[in-house]
């Protein structure tokens, strides 16, 4: 039996109706109820209860102010430390251009917009992370409940094998004490301590409120950045996938990255 | 006793070393600490219950808080239902310190007393703990 | 038996003293890096293994090695290698350790090394050589040690340490298969993503590990009335000669793969390795070295009046010795992360206290090498 992509995908999204589970549960995440809870109630076949993503409109930043907004509304938010020395930089989201969020997809004909567009960059989340893979003590791991991959602070050992696996240069290390390089912590966040590694959370903790990620809130007006759930097929970031040609970073990684990119178009 | 000298030098130089603690702290025992419970949000309670007894807090606030990280960070749990089957926001810095405000009063002074040093508080924020020194690394 | 140890000439403690002092002089810039975290090594967030992960792969190497005089031995009977087999048991003790220790001088939060424990995760592997290293370290100890106290009362070794040895055979292959599989199991890393990268490490290792063990024969013969033989020692050169061919081989079909396929992203750390790569070419000085070194210890190892020659023979050595722990220890881990996932270049230089410690850590392994060495010798030198 041949079944395309978009065959399945629909079936499977019809199956999810059927099941009951809709977009409920992310719903019911931003709503405030407990996440983890729903989990096994609502885990359907062989999908799970909800797969988080987020999809970059990248058309939509028009200037540097609009990129920049994000990235501190992130870093101020988790108390990511400013550090000037490249070698030592911790950062949770940040821009690059094509050539470089993309390598090996360009060429030297492109549209000269999109050559020149810088790209915002966070972690994948993906759907098979090879950071996880390789993490000796399971400090990062992928929640079942809505396909996070997050980290556990107390139990890295700072081997820093994610940072050698993740094929997306996600993971920052704290080559040294944080705390030095934070200006007006957010007292409602934790930072981290010297040794550890550090990436994007996709806002757990304001998910857990019922807020949407931080970096979203802070490009609201122009929708540059959405977030959603990719297993509730009337989700906004569902909608634009369907409708818009998006691209992943380095898809032959077979991560399955949950970061998209509409580039154009 | 062949090089019976050295032996029991090296017997006398290894009690004096392994026994250090133990003379070099001798008379310097103060008075057992006790935590102070006097802070705002503490006083204006009706009922001063912490998330379980006194005697589980004292006995296992650590475990405890060891449960909560877990329960938090790992299983996405975000309340904690206690033996009365109370609710309550996991989060050391939001919850625990919420009310026991005074952490130099209330922790440390505990901590401090038996030379632990949990590091909790290198990531995770004490009230009115926000301000250090700025450094560079270019 | 390790009273033999504490017993010896002035040279011998003067040796001893010397390694302390620079073991010593490792621990208090660990306590440095331990204080203000990993930003006083030359690490950063696109290089982030580099010297301490490199002499940790390369000593993995070193370990197996000792696998190429156990086979013969005890598989085929190989008699010539019973002197000295337990030199490279005893090699591998100490190269285990220095293993274990550069891994913890590369953490974060050492004091959290036993969540690897605590918490088993048997999809890393990291996880599985831990539980390999600390394996063949058991197995090292203790078979050495049962087979020099036998030789002590000069009885046959017991019949019950014979699967012990057994087992070490596909032990020793099993660490260093299991460490090319932490590199090579990764999806974003091309210069790694190799099927031939355990060949590769077990090749160098072959090499590296019974060059290290030749010099150390050559040693133990000036320094004490106990004789290795020649004739082991020649073997021992031919099996040198074999593995640092195959090695070289292998390193040549990653070249021909890379560029013959003309696929970029497989050449860029070639590239950058021997050519530079945008202007960045801090080690190509360094590959070429170890390229060139290459080739001269073949030559002398393949022609047969070099390698008889045991000045030469010990020459080559030295050179094998360098040149492996060049191409394995910095060319590859290093290389491995240039480009970084950006294809932009970030450069590696390992700064002082990360030299220290690292010198540190090997005066660490030698310590315990000599004074294993130490109860061998002795031992072997009562019995005449």
């Known amino acids: ?130 950071c996880v893979r390789v993490c000796p003590t399971q400090a990062t791991f992928k929640r079942k409940s809505d396909g996070i991959v997050m980290m556990d602070y107390h139990r890295c050992i700072g081997c820093r094998f994610c940072m050698a696996a993740c094929p997306y240069g996600a993971r920052s290390f704290n080559w040294q004490d944080p705390r030095g390089f934070i200006s007006n912590p957010n007292p409602e966040f934790p930072t981290r301590m010297k040794g550890v590694v550090e990436k994007c959370n996709f806002c757990a903790e304001r998910l857990r409120k019922g807020l949407k990620p931080a970096c979203v809130e802070a490009c609201r007006d122009n929708k540059a950045m959405v977030f959603g759930d990719l297993e509730d097929r009337n989700s906004e970031v569902r909608e634009i996938l369907r409708t818009h040609y998006t691209i992943q970073r380095k898809p032959q990684a077979g991560t399955n990255p949950r970061v998209f990119y509409v580039i154009g178009g | ?78 309340k904690y239902v206690n033996s009365k089957g109370k609710e309550f926001d996991i989060s ?41 020194t700025k450094e560079t690394d270019v | ?69 156990v086979i013969p031995y005890y598989l085929h009977d190989y008699k010539k290698f019973g002197k000295i087999v337990i030199l490279g048991e005893f090699l591998a003790v100490s190269a285990v350790i220095m293993c274990i220790l550069f891994i913890f001088v590369d953490l974060g939060q050492p004091m959290r090394v036993m969540n690897v424990m605590l918490h088993p995760t048997p999809w890393s592997v990291m996880f599985w050589d831990m539980i390999v290293l600390m394996g063949y370290l058991g197995l090292n100890i203790f078979i050495g040690w049962t087979v020099l106290a036998a030789e002590r009362k000069q009885v046959a070794p017991p019949k019950w340490i014979k699967p012990f040895i057994y087992l070490s055979v596909p032990w020793a292959v099993s660490i260093h298969t299991v460490t090319a599989f932490l590199y090579s199991g990764l999806p974003g890393r091309h210069f790694w993503l190799t099927a031939i990268m355990a060949p590769r490490f077990l090749a160098s290792a072959f090499a590296a590990g019974p060059a290290l063990l030749i010099i150390l024969c050559l040693i133990v013969r000036n320094v004490s009335k106990f004789d ?32 013959y396929s003309g696929i970029p992203s497989h050449q860029h750390s070639l590239q950058y390795l021997f050519t530079g790569l945008e202007g960045h070419s801090n080690l190509v000085p360094w590959m070429w070295t170890a390229a060139i070194l290459a080739f001269i210890s073949l030559a002398l190892l393949i022609v047969p009046k070099f390698r008889k020659n045991e000045n030469i023979l010990a020459v080559a050595c030295a050179i094998v010795f360098i040149a492996t722990w060049i191409d394995k220890g910095m060319g590859l881990v290093v290389g491995g992360f240039i480009p970084n996932p950006f294809e932009r270049i970030t450069e590696y230089t390992p700064t002082l206290p990360e030299l220290l410690i690292t010198f540190g850590v090997w005066a660490i392994g030698f310590l315990v090498l000599t004074v294993l060495y130490k109860v061998a010798v002795s031992i072997r030198e009562e019995l005449g």
């Open chain 1, 1 to 130: 039996m041949s079944m395309d992509r978009r065959e399945f995908l629909k079936i499977a999204g019809l199956s999810t109706i059927l099941g009951g589970v809709g977009g409920a549960t992310i719903l019911g995440g931003l709503r405030g109820e407990d996440v983890e809870a729903s989990d096994s109630s609502h885990a359907h076949g062989n999908r799970p209860a909800s797969t988080l993503a987020m999809v970059v409109d990248v058309r939509k930043f028009r200037n540097e102010s609009e990129y920049q907004r994000c990235i501190d509304a992130c870093h101020k938010v988790h108390n990511v430390p400013t550090i000037e020395n490249p070698k030592h930089e911790v950062k949770w989201l940040w821009r690059e251009d094509f050539e470089h969020s993309f390598p090996g997809q360009g060429h030297e004909f492109m549209e000269e917009g999109v050559e020149h567009k810088d790209f915002m960059l966070l972690c994948n989340h993906c759907e098979k992370p090879a």
């Open chain 2, 1 to 78: 006793m062949y090089g019976k000298g050295k032996i029991l030098f090296g017997l006398a130089v290894f009690l004096g070393l392994v026994t250090f603690p133990f003379y070099s702290n001798l008379g310097k025992v103060g008075a057992v600490p006790e935590p102070s419970l006097n802070t705002p949000v503490i006083n204006a309670m009706r009922d001063k219950e912490c998330v379980e007894s006194e005697e589980f807090m004292e006995a296992e606030h650590m475990q405890l808080l060891d449960d909560w990280r877990n329960m938090l960070v790992r299983e996405g749990k975000k």
């Open chain 2, 92 to 132: 050391l810095q939001n919850t625990c310190l919420n009310c026991h405000s005074n952490k130099e009063q209330f922790c440390d002074r505990c901590h401090n007393y038996l030379a632990v040093k949990p590091y909790c508080w290198d990531c995770h924020f004490g009230p009115k703990e926000t301000n250090w």
């Open chain 3, 1 to 69: 038996m390790l009273d033999k140890a504490i017993v010896g000439s002035r040279t011998y403690w003067a040796w001893i003293l010397l390694l302390m002092g620079i073991s010593g002089v490792g621990v208090l810039s660990y306590l440095y890096q331990f204080h203000f975290g990993l930003k006083v090594t030359g690490l950063s967030r696109d290089v982030s293994w580099g010297f301490y992960i490199a002499q940790f792969t390369f000593l993995v190497g070193v370990a197996a090695s000792a696998v190429m005089l």
């Open chain 3, 228 to 259: 290795p033989g020649k004739e082991p020692i020649q073997t021992l050169a031919k099996i040198v000669a074999y593995a640092m061919t195959a090695n070289v081989f292998f390193f040549l079909l990653e070249v021909f793969t890379a560029f």
